[in-house]
T-cell receptor, first 113, second 115 residues
């Protein structure tokens, strides 16, 4: 158990809908990262937050947004969902802004029908 | 061309064999190299971390980095059925302003150890 928690475990929704994924980092970790993992693209970095502020952006679509709250938990919002957004979404955390040691949560499996 | 290339496998070997997993990369700025292990339906877990070139050993696992060839390897000795998982390489470049750049992952190699 990495100490990173994600909810929900599974999410099934329809195209055009909006969903929110939640992540609680390990106790004391200040950075949160979001990744998307699909069969054909592998693990793709979406965005990093450090102590409440956006630190780095990857291949995140404009339909997606994230934030990190004062208690350091983070939410990833996915809107106008498309079939291609079906994937595993992982959250990871690290103690500081350095990216080399990241601890991953169990993931949220999103299915868009 | 992807920044990081990894043979997706699948790779099946008998128990006790030595396993060699590899990644190549194109970005010469990468300085930090990691191997993650991901069991089915679980999140990736950090297995090995190496800075710059050289070898690092941890129990049955050895990580090698050859920056001149832009090639990294993970060796597993005396492989066990519990080693069956997907192995992902990851790497990042230093950032002068704050720690390192984002991690770039390979697509992963699915490994099965046959009892």
């Amino acid at each position: 158990d990495s100490g990173v928690t994600q909810t929900p475990k599974h999410l099934i929704t329809a195209t055009g809908q909006r969903v929110t994924l939640r992540c609680s980092p390990r106790s004391g970790d200040l950075s949160v990262y979001w990744y998307q993992q699909s069969l054909d693209q592998g693990l793709q970095f979406l965005i990093q937050y450090y102590n409440g502020e956006e630190r780095a952006k990857g291949n995140i679509l404009e339909r997606f947004s994230a934030q990190q709250f004062p208690d350091l938990h983070s939410e990833l919002n996915l809107s106008s969902l498309e079939l291609g957004d079906s994937a595993l979404y992982f959250c990871a955390s690290s103690p500081d802004s350095s990216t080399d040691t990241q601890y991953f949560g169990p993931g949220t499996r999103l299915t868009v029908l | 061309q992807k920044e990081v290339e990894q043979d997706p496998g699948p790779l099946s070997v008998p128990e006790g064999a030595i396993v060699s997993l590899n990644c190549t990369y194109s970005n010469s700025a990468f300085q930090y190299f990691m191997w993650y292990r991901q069991y089915s339906r679980k999140g990736p877990e950090l297995l090995m971390y190496t800075y710059s070139s050289g070898n690092k050993e941890d129990g049955r696992f050895t990580a090698q980095v050859d920056k001149s060839s832009k090639y990294i390897s993970l060796f597993i000795r005396d492989s066990q059925p519990s080693d069956s998982a997907t192995y992902l390489c990851a790497m990042s470049a230093p950032n002068l302003n704050f720690g390192n750049e984002k991690l770039t992952f390979g697509t992963g190699t699915r490994l099965t150890i046959i009892p």
